[in-house]
């Protein structure tokens, strides 16, 4: 059963809950994908049951298509945030990870183009790998974050959150006037460029120093 954990495997202290994800955040991965750029954040919500240890073997599904890869600086909300300020949201940040939004990319296309929400291609079981957290007070630049992932000891993707279109604060500020933040739950900030597709067997090794180097393995369900 899924529960969060700092650096030193112990838990955090917070419950486990919804998982909000920010599409769109870098422009990089907005032209690579052929996307509009949004005017405002645009969101979409995975559930508890999506979450999963990173760390563990990532499990994606069989028989639905090419599964895609898309790492991101995951927020661990400490604090319940509605219309919050810039201030208020930055206190409320408990802790900083990473986390892979696995998307099912060949299901997403069909749901796109049939005007239908995206909910089957992100929101199901295992569908957010996420690591440990480093506490909050440990991050002195959260907006100079850099984070690669690398599959079979090939860069796949590499990114900096200064890259960012909106920024984390900014972010958790917009998402506060949308819906509750409640503590527990978890902000997916954003993919850069280099999504793609998962195979069975490859070989993870997710990356943002000082803090992590995880390798993990992916295995079909």
């Not at 419950?15 to 994800?21: A, E, I, L, S």
């Not at 870098?26 to 999506?50: C, R």
């Not at 917009?174 to 597709?197: C, M, N, R, W, Y």
Request: hydrophobic share 40%; charged share 20%.
């Amino acid at each position: 059963m899924y529960q969060h954990h700092n650096l030193q495997g112990q838990p955090f202290g917070l419950p486990t809950g919804k998982v909000v994800c920010v599409g769109r955040n870098y422009l990089d991965h907005i032209q690579e994908l052929n996307n509009a750029v949004p005017g405002e954040p645009l969101l979409f919500l995975k559930p508890a049951t999506a979450l999963c240890h990173v760390a563990e073997p990532v499990v994606i599904p069989t028989n639905r298509g090419a599964c895609h890869n898309e790492l991101e600086v995951a927020v661990l909300i400490g604090q319940p945030l509605c219309h919050a300020s810039e201030e208020e949201a930055g206190a409320a940040i408990a802790g900083v990870g990473l986390a892979l939004d696995l998307t099912l990319r060949d299901l997403q296309d069909q749901l796109k183009k049939d005007g239908h929400p995206w909910e089957r291609a992100k929101a199901f079981d295992n569908a957010c790998p996420v690591s440990a957290f480093v506490s909050a007070q440990d991050v002195k630049q959260l907006q100079d974050l850099a984070f690669t992932l690398r599959i079979n000891g090939e860069t796949r993707q590499q990114g900096n959150t200064k890259m960012m279109m909106r920024d984390t604060v900014s972010l958790l500020v917009a998402i506060s006037e949308v819906f509750t933040l409640q503590p527990g739950d978890i902000v997916l900030t954003g993919t850069p460029k280099g999504v793609g597709p998962l195979q069975s067997g490859d070989k993870l090794t997710l990356s943002m120093a000082p803090w992590f180097d995880i390798q993990t393995t992916v295995v079909e369900a």
